[in-house]
């Protein structure tokens, strides 16, 4: 496990990389034979400056020069903090060694071909991925030499032109070096430059792209999808934070196998919780980050199910609007089991974007359903039925179909009020919009029409049928109790006007007019019953 944050990055061993990396790194200072040729003409690195760096290589062997050499060099590097922070773990600093004997032996063993300039380049590579700064590079370069030129006045001290000759063959390799090295510094730091403007501009691609809808789950499915392209990723997953439990109880995902989302679950206390304890203590919101794996030194590592959907490493990160915890979002890679530090950044940034976008949508769609929803009883509002009526009887008309309205009121609601309190008022009405809601279809559109008078919408129904449902609805409100707040309970009834489309009605308005008729016809014939208009007497005459 590796935990951080935009102000407490974790450290890396610099010489734990990707082998891969290093090489697209390398293979981006193109070193062809022809080229290798006119470096080595520019310095006038000649055979005979190969025989003399050759020469000295026999006696620094012969003479037993290696072992002082490097631990004189190291003592060098442990007595600076910019390079003795590499050095702080015993088995790194017996690993460097090795490698550096190796790079030290092949500067003088005289072979200078294509594969010693690309395992040159890959060592300038290797060092800027390890954020090795170009002073302390050449600072060890200085060291080199003052070391060689030791050693060559122990060998060579006694034959001045001989001295003199090997002197400019070793600066000549050792120039020849520190051009590749720096000349790699300066690409990557380009590539890296490039890479860094190519995820900026993808991710202000992909800011719009979360931020165009304002529809929960396109927002949702696009944030999903631009997480895994961003990061090449297998899968990705957003669970959400209830704040009433203070548990993760619903999520969504995109890419993993319908096995694994049957069996995810978010324990208290688990990685999901972590991330967030994590988050609450920085200082930046969203800063914190878990990435899991099976590596030795991770803490949380991979469940069985994880590593059964294919699944090396994943990172969880927090998402959070307006310091109020949202949920978090998980990003699973099947191709490598960590993720480098600029996807960290990258995902960190995409986190605060994502969880604003899932914030906007959310509260779009609760200004949405407020526009259109009655506050008291939760069905919609009167503007929202008659939109509804329009689309409902332009359907029935096209497809020849039925469409009927009911025209439902309470009887003698007004005493309710004036014996109970409003208080009262309101728990009935809120009882009968949950018993219209039961008893209807999901097809069905039920409205608040105004005060205690409510409308019913009956897609493909005629009046007849219409009627009849009408009367089940009846029979079930005088059947049952409302219960007030006081814990009282009273018992009432409802009246009903029913109209048809194309029976009896021919527009949306006479639908509602008719119905309305057939209502008024209801409750002056005693209350408690069901008018359909087309058997009202006196119509047609």
């Known amino acids: 496990m590796r935990i951080g944050s935009r102000r407490d990055a974790p450290k890396e061993d610099p010489t734990e990389r990707s082998g891969k990396t290093i090489d697209a790194l390398a293979a981006s200072v193109k070193m062809d034979e022809a080229e290798v040729a006119r470096r080595k003409r520019y310095l006038d690195l000649t055979q005979r400056d190969v025989e003399r760096l050759v020469a000295l290589h026999n006696w620094i062997d012969a003479n037993g020069e290696k072992g002082a050499f490097l631990d004189a060099f190291y003592r060098h590097l442990f007595a600076f903090d910019e390079t003795a922070r590499f050095l702080k773990d015993v088995e790194v600093v017996v690993r460097l060694k090795a490698a550096q004997a190796k790079y030290f032996d092949n500067l003088t063993a005289g072979r200078y071909d294509t594969d010693y300039f690309a395992d040159r380049i ?75 403007a190519d995820q900026l501009a993808a991710l202000n691609k992909v800011a719009g792209a979360i931020t165009t809808s304002l529809d929960v789950v396109e927002t949702l499915d696009q944030i999903m999808h631009s997480a895994r392209a961003m990061t090449r990723s297998k899968a990705c997953s957003i669970a959400f934070f209830d704040h009433n439990t203070n548990l993760f109880t619903n999520w969504v995902t995109q890419g993993l196998s319908e096995r694994f989302i049957q069996n995810m679950s978010f324990r208290p206390g688990g990685l999901a ?76 940034t995409f986190a605060l974007l994502a969880a604003q976008a899932i914030d906007n949508a959310r509260l779009h769609k609760v200004t949405m359903e407020q526009a259109i929803v009655d506050s008291l009883t939760g069905l919609y509002n009167r503007r929202e039925f008659e939109l509804r009526l329009g689309v409902e009887h332009a359907r029935a008309a096209r497809y020849k179909r039925a469409l009927s309205v009911l025209f439902v009121d309470i009887d003698h609601f007004k005493q309710v009020n004036d014996t109970h309190g409003h208080a009262a008022g309101d728990a009935v009405l809120k009882t009968l919009a949950d018993t219209l809601r039961r008893q209807l279809r999901t097809n069905d559109v039920a409205a608040r029409y105004g005060g205690e008078e409510f409308v019913v919408i009956l897609t493909e129904i005629d009046g007849h049928r219409a009627k009849e449902l009408a009367e089940r609805l009846r029979h079930a409100v005088a059947a049952m109790a409302f219960c007030l707040p006081q814990g009282r309970e009273i018992k009432l009834t409802i009246s009903i006007g029913v109209s048809c489309y194309p029976d009896c009605a021919g527009t949306p308005l006479e639908l509602v007019n008719y119905a309305d008729r057939a209502l008024y016809a209801a409750k002056s014939s005693g209350r408690n019953r069901v008018v359909l208009y087309s058997e009202m007497p006196g119509l047609g005459s």
């Open 273 to 348: 919780d972590e991330v967030f304890t994590m988050s609450s203590s920085n200082d930046a919101l969203a800063g914190a980050y878990i990435v899991s794996n099976d590596r030795p030194e991770t803490g949380h590592k991979l469940s069985r199910l994880t590593r059964d959907e294919g699944i090396l490493g994943f990172v969880c990160l927090p998402l959070e609007s307006q310091a109020r915890r949202l949920g978090v979002i998980y990003v699973y890679r099947s191709d490598r089991d960590i993720f480098e530090s600029s996807e960290i950044e990258l995902l960190q």
């Open 122 to 196: 890959r060592v300038g590579a290797a060092h800027w991925r390890a954020k090795l700064e170009p002073q302390w590079y050449l600072g060890a370069y200085c060291k080199y030499l003052i070391l060689i030129l030791t050693s060559l006045r122990k060998s060579l001290g006694s034959d001045p032109a001989a001295f003199l000759e090997t002197i400019s063959a070793v600066f000549k390799i050792v120039l020849l070096d520190m051009g590749l090295a720096f000349e790699t510094y300066v690409r990557c730091e380009r590539n890296a430059i490039q890479e860094k």
